[in-house]
């Protein structure tokens, strides 16, 4: 069970990174070991605007269907399109391949309610 | 006869494992006042013997099919069912198994389905077929409220040429989600494309289309098919008749999105309406396969490399989206699809082909001969397929009713469809002398 | 084993079926139907030879209940009875198009209305349709039932309450009648949580759907309170009768108050499944509901049986004739046969059946709750989960032994849950076959847990690519 260092985390077991001018945001290795083999995602359309807690996409695997939550506000710039042919790439490398939407921040200080990677690793422990 | 084969020394037996006295104290968390007082209102149950006289009695206050001749159609149809087919489906580890989840012990309905998705997209010429719904009225009411989610819009153009009863079943789930009908009349039972063209506008989810249409005809596919492509969003949804698929270009070739239709034709027999057999297919298209209801078979590899089948795509399903799923469906008409499939099988390239055309053949001998009857006229002479419009100087409802004395009956009295005439279907099964009779008979009339 | 699909028997030219000749004159079907004939059809050849081998092959890769027990929770999997195939199949009674003057079918309209007047007198309800073709389509059925009351009353209400033990099919049946769907928890006896139940119920609230027994087999001891509560914010109660098997001559749903219900002829009633159906789903409600049932409706005038279209109120039509009259033939007959005693010693050794498993396994497998059961009880395999082998691998074990596993995984409220619903036509036979293999397997798993967790070993096919089927679907050949 990793849990990447330089990374913002949320209790719904995303992960936020921060680029120059927009953030990453996708699912931890915890989500992914618990939803198991995933075969098919649901993605936002590219300028779509979310509040923080918004759902925005789905992840299907097998036998369970799981929303995914945004751990900040904004608008979508961009969408993993490889993880409609190759959704297993959250599975195999989800801080990296894996990566689900780049957004532009609606508020910089949402990131300072996240989690960081110790407090995220704790987070995961008592579950 | 109860089914129980407990005696009483090893229920006495339970009793001691289980740590009570009698019976009746595994029900005393039942309050009162919900409780029975009485026994059931009903009779004591009878012996086998007792059960068949019954039945048979029942029977006989009946007069089937075994005892006149049909020409009723309007959406179940008399095909000859193969003996073969009750002899397969009989086998018990067809019928008393239950939905295949335990893939491992259920390859035989699981290949079978997978049989009849394959002959359903063959037939229909759609990439996706799914396992069946409950009849060709709901499956058509499912496709409609598919396509509204699909294209997120709720206008649905409902031509007057759609069977009635279709319609009646597609409005009351309509209802479910507020969608809003545009009812399409039409003149001479038959689609005017320019009318059509009028109606559609960018918040038309779906046009349907019946092929054959309810009176038998075959509308200007064709034209219809390019109106609807030219409104970008429009789904085009085709009911249409399987049996004549053998024969009938496939509605995918029409550009159909959707195609559902009432497989009963395909050797389920006619069993007073049910159960019968919805079918549904759709383009291979990704986001359509999400929507699409139904249980879906595919086919995979187990851990030894060896090919086997399973339900898939189970995520759209009730049982695990719960109130965001595609449908409710659970139970659908799992049996009636194997009865498809041996149809198709046993049928085959040829004998499909076969069913459809001496079909063909023997209605259009039938209306030809009735056209030439005076004060009888066919209205849809130039483009029906089995199934025509009669129309009769006499009252339709007399005259039906007058031919059941001779133990025929002409057809489906449209008046029942708020319209006029009799529709009249034959099939392979009507013979020369049967239709010479009906001819004959109505002559007189 | 393994079987070929049926086309893989085709050979160009061969045939299975067989046609009169055609007595008449060909029409020009290419004038008439120019520019809509089929070019290519492609359907196997194959012999009548060839379909038996090949479907006789496919259900010998099947099981059925006349195979051995079939013990899932829900589905009331009992002995499917020849006799109501035989009846089913009399020809008097199914050559019968649904478009036939009702005056020739006074035979079967009375075998229907009979069915209809032993429904409500086991349910207490007092009007039935037989329209609906399943249980789910039962449901939806009352829903929409539910939906045209509150609008002919001017009532806007959106929401239907469902406990979270409730199966798929509520909530869906729910959504799609255009509800809003609010989930409350059970407490922690199995039960409906009244405390939640009052949170969730106001003046938006149109029903609340329940099963009782519930989906753990537990009776709401409450339900009289609980119908009580909806009715006071002026609500409906809705009887999902899936768990019919459980009380029948105990008690009715409709002295519990439900307004209106569902029976699954396919469970209750011994109608073979089928493999997936066909089922049948018909709808019991109390009168001030009667005006809004689909359409027609069986009734009776003086000696004869008619189609009563004449009701304005009606919701319409959610089967385009009258339902799945062969499920129904058979269903009568079960009724016929087994009678009014019949039915009520059938809940008791159903009863009977599923507390002796309980005594016998609960030391082994966890029982989650103390409460006393009915028909159904719910295991949970979390221990065996600690020890190295799921719910899943016990399932899958089950069937390297010949017998069919239990329901998995539901009802959601329980962890690795293993629901068991033997009915009463096993017997102390197969029951005690059925825990002894139950704890084999939960020795292996001590023993040689790799037994378990690669299981099954001896089926037709091993563990199966779930993810492959659906990350890259071949649905069709």
Not at chain 2, 29 to 48: H, Y
Not at chain 2, 79 to 86: E, N, R
Not at chain 3, 373 to 398: D, M, P
């Amino acid at each position: 069970m990793s849990v990447k260092e330089d990374l913002y985390y949320s209790e719904d077991h995303e992960w936020v990174r921060e680029e120059e001018d927009y953030l990453v945001i996708g699912v931890t290795d915890f989500a992914q070991e618990e939803l198991g083999d995933i075969v098919f995602v649901e993605l936002p359309e590219v300028d779509e605007e979310f509040d923080k807690d918004d759902s925005f996409g789905v992840l299907e695997s097998v036998k369970a269907v799981s929303d995914t939550f945004i751990p900040v506000s904004g608008r979508v710039i961009k969408v993993n399109e490889d993880l409609l042919d190759n959704p297993e790439l959250i599975n195999d490398d989800p801080y990296g391949e894996g990566w689900l939407i780049k957004v532009d921040p609606a508020d910089d200080s949402e990131l300072d309610e996240l989690l960081s990677a110790e407090e995220y690793a704790e987070f995961i422990e008592e579950e | 006869m109860d089914y129980i084969s407990n005696t009483a020394a090893e229920k006495n037996k339970m009793l001691k494992e289980i740590g009570i006295k009698e019976i009746k104290d595994l029900f005393q968390m039942i309050p009162e006042a919900v409780s029975a007082d009485d026994e059931l209102n009903i009779e004591s149950g009878i012996s086998e013997m007792e059960l068949m006289r019954k039945a048979q009695a029942q029977a006989a206050k009946n007069k089937s099919l075994d005892q006149q001749i049909s020409f009723l159609g309007a959406g179940a149809y008399d095909h000859y069912v193969p003996g073969i087919i009750d002899a397969l489906i009989s086998r018990s580890e067809f019928y008393t198994a239950y939905t295949p989840y335990q893939a491992e012990l259920s390859q035989g309905t699981l290949e079978a389905i997978y049989e009849y998705q394959s002959m359903i997209c063959d037939l229909t010429g759609m990439g996706i077929a799914n396992a069946s719904m409950l009849d060709g009225g709901s499956a058509a009411a499912e496709a409609v409220t598919m396509a509204a989610r699909i294209t997120r819009n709720s206008r649905v153009i409902l031509p007057d040429t759609i069977n009635p009863a279709y319609r009646e079943v597609i409005k009351t789930y309509g209802a479910g989600v507020d969608l809003d009908f545009v009812d399409l009349e039409t003149e001479d039972q038959f689609i005017d494309p320019t009318q059509l063209k009028e109606n559609l506008d960018d918040q038309t989810a779906v046009v349907v289309l019946q092929y054959p249409n309810f009176y038998g005809s075959i509308e200007k596919m064709e034209e219809i098919s390019k109106m609807v492509k030219n409104n970008k969003k429009t789904l085009l949804l085709v009911i249409a008749n399987p049996v004549l698929l053998g024969v009938l270009k496939a509605p995918a070739d029409f550009g159909a999105d959707i195609v559902v239709g009432e497989a009963q034709n395909l050797g389920s027999g006619l069993n007073y309406g049910g159960p019968y057999l919805g079918f549904m297919a759709c383009k291979d298209d990704r986001r359509m396969l999400r929507q699409l209801p139904g249980r879906i078979v595919g086919k995979t590899t187990d851990v030894d490399g060896k090919e086997g089948f399973v339900l898939t795509l189970q995520t759209r399903e009730q049982h695990i989206r719960r109130e965001k799923a595609t449908s409710n469906i659970c139970t659908n008409e799992a049996l009636n699809a194997l009865m498809a499939t041996i149809y198709l099988s046993t049928m085959g390239k040829a004998g499909l082909k076969e069913v459809g055309e001496q079909s063909y053949h023997k209605a259009h001998y039938l209306a030809d001969k009735l056209d030439q009857l005076a004060g009888y006229q066919v209205l849809n002479k130039e483009n029906f397929f089995n199934e025509f419009v009669l129309k009769t100087e006499k009252d339709s409802t007399e005259l039906i009713k007058e031919l059941l004395a001779d133990d025929i009956i002409a057809g489906y009295d449209l008046k029942e469809a708020g319209s006029e005439g009799i529709l009249v279907c034959v099939t392979e099964k009507r013979s020369k002398a049967e239709m010479d009779k009906l001819v004959e008979k109505l002559e007189v009339l | 084993m393994e079987e070929k699909l049926i086309k893989d028997y085709s050979s160009p030219g061969r045939r299975g079926y067989s046609l009169p000749p055609l007595e008449v004159e060909k029409s020009d079907i290419n004038e008439n139907l120019a520019g809509y004939l089929r070019e290519e059809l492609e359907l196997p050849e194959v012999s009548e030879v060839d379909v038996v081998r090949h479907y006789t092959a496919l259900s010998e890769m099947n099981y059925g209940v006349d195979s051995g027990i079939y013990p899932l929770g829900s589905c009331t999997m009992k002995y499917n009875p020849k006799r109501n195939e035989r009846v089913a199949r009399i020809s008097g009674l199914s050559n019968i198009h649904p478009y036939q003057p009702i005056e020739q079918l006074q035979g079967s309209l009375e075998i229907l209305y009979q069915l209809k007047l032993d429904l409500a007198e086991i349910s207490a309800m007092d009007e039935i349709t037989l329209q609906p073709a399943s249980g789910a389509h039962g449901e939806f059925t009352s829903l929409l039932i539910v939906k045209k009351y509150f609008e002919d009353r001017e009532e806007n209400r959106t929401k239907v309450i469902v406990p979270d033990s409730a199966h798929g099919t509520n909530p869906a049946s729910a959504a799609m009648a255009g509800f809003d769907v609010v989930e409350i928890a059970s407490n922690e006896r199995g039960m409906v949580d009244l405390d939640a139940l009052a949170e969730a119920l106001d003046e938006n609230t149109a029903a609340l759907m329940l099963t009782n027994p519930n989906t753990l087999g537990i009776f709401e001891e409450d339900i009289l309170k609980i119908t009580e509560m909806v009715h006071k914010v002026g609500g409906l109660v809705y009887y999902d009768g899936a768990n019919m098997n459980a009380i029948m001559g105990y008690a009715k749903p409709g002295l519990m108050d439900f307004d209106l219900m569902h029976f699954n002829l396919h469970k209750t009633f011994s109608t073979p499944h089928g493999g997936g159906g066909p089922g049948s789903g018909p709808v019991g409600v109390k009168d001030f509901l009667a005006p809004y049932l689909p359409k027609p409706v069986l009734k009776k005038d003086q000696e004869k049986y008619f189609w009563d279209y004449q009701r304005p109120k009606s919701i319409g039509k959610v089967h385009s004739f009258y339902g799945n009259y062969g499920v129904m033939l058979r269903a009568w007959a079960y009724i016929k046969t087994v009678g009014g005693k019949g039915l009520k010693e059938t809940t008791e050794n159903a009863v009977l059946n599923a507390n002796y498993l309980k005594a016998r396994l609960k030391k082994d497998f966890e029982l989650p709750y103390a409460e006393e059961s009915l028909h159904e009880f719910v295991l949970s395999g979390s221990r065996q989960k600690e020890e190295g082998a799921s719910t899943l691998n016990i399932a899958k074990r089950l069937l390297d032994y010949d017998q069919y596993a239990p329901t998995i995984y539901f009802p959601l409220v329980v962890k690795e849950a293993m629901m068991i619903e033997p009915t009463e036509t096993e017997n102390i036979g197969t029951l005690d076959h059925f825990v002894e293999t139950m704890l084999t397997i939960s020795r292996e798993i001590k023993e040689d847990p790799e037994l378990v967790i690669n299981a099954p070993h001896t089926t037709t096919v091993r563990k199966l690519d779930e993810t492959a089927a659906a990350r890259n679907p071949d649905l069709h050949w």
